[in-house]
């Protein structure tokens, strides 16, 4: 069935180092992923997209790498911050239809 | 400019009342979304609103309903609350449908059925 799953759920970085977050996602046909980023009590927060006929894509400190012969998808944080403290989903969708999420990966900043 | 606006942000509700959650999706945004998010997990589809119509859906039972205003804001309505309804509902908005573009979300409303 439809899932999109994350390898680590939760992972500490040292403040200033570089984060990477894992995805895998089994539906090879999904055209279209976004990682989201969720802080508590709020609802999920777009960080940055990619369609399936890239293979990476950057935006202001976050970097989006897209394998699709493993179906793995990850998140670069650089220079990672005490603000970028939260839960990050990744979610797929084909066609823009509903998005199917992961679980979750926590990742805390320690300072 | 406003985002997703969702009302109430927290309910408390019997088991086996009924409850209507609101949304209004972001200016200039048509779709809207409904999702359900149980604590520590990631949000699960349950429908999709455009041009008033449900246009797709989740695996949630019938008891779960929806409507779409002209305005375009929306409401998601569940009957028969059962405990395990207990979740944050988040709405998202995009414009248009069946484009890749991505989801925006409102900050959802934490209901608690007891």
């Known amino acids: 069935g439809e899932s999109v799953g994350l390898h680590l759920p939760t992972l500490s970085v040292q403040e200033g180092d570089n984060s990477i977050i894992n995805c895998a996602y089994s539906n090879s046909a999904s055209d279209y992923f976004i990682w989201y980023k969720q802080e508590s009590g709020k609802g999920p927060q777009f960080i940055i997209d990619i369609r399936s006929n890239m293979d990476k894509r950057q935006g202001q400190r976050v970097t989006v790498l897209l394998n699709k012969t493993v179906k793995h998808l990850s998140l670069q944080i650089a220079a990672t911050q005490p603000g970028d403290s939260a839960v990050y989903f990744c979610a797929e969708t084909l066609y823009g239809n509903k998005l199917v999420f992961g679980a979750g990966t926590i990742l805390r900043v320690k300072s | 400019d406003a985002g997703v606006t969702q009302s109430p942000t927290h309910l408390i509700k019997t088991r086996g009342q009924q409850v209507t959650l609101r949304c209004s999706p972001k200016?200039?945004?048509?779709?809207v979304s409904w999702y359900q998010q149980a604590l520590g997990q990631g949000p699960q589809f349950i429908f999709q609103?455009?041009?008033?119509?449900?246009?797709q859906r989740g695996n949630f039972p019938d008891r779960f309903s929806g409507h779409q205003f002209p305005n375009y804001s929306s409401e998601l309505n569940v009957n028969a609350l059962l405990l395990g309804d207990s979740a944050l509902y988040l709405c998202a908005s995009r414009a248009g449908t069946g484009v890749n573009s991505p989801l925006h979300f409102g900050n959802g409303t934490r209901l608690t059925v007891t």
């Open positions: 200016s200039g945004h048509d779709t």
């Open positions: 609103y455009y041009e008033e119509e449900e246009r």
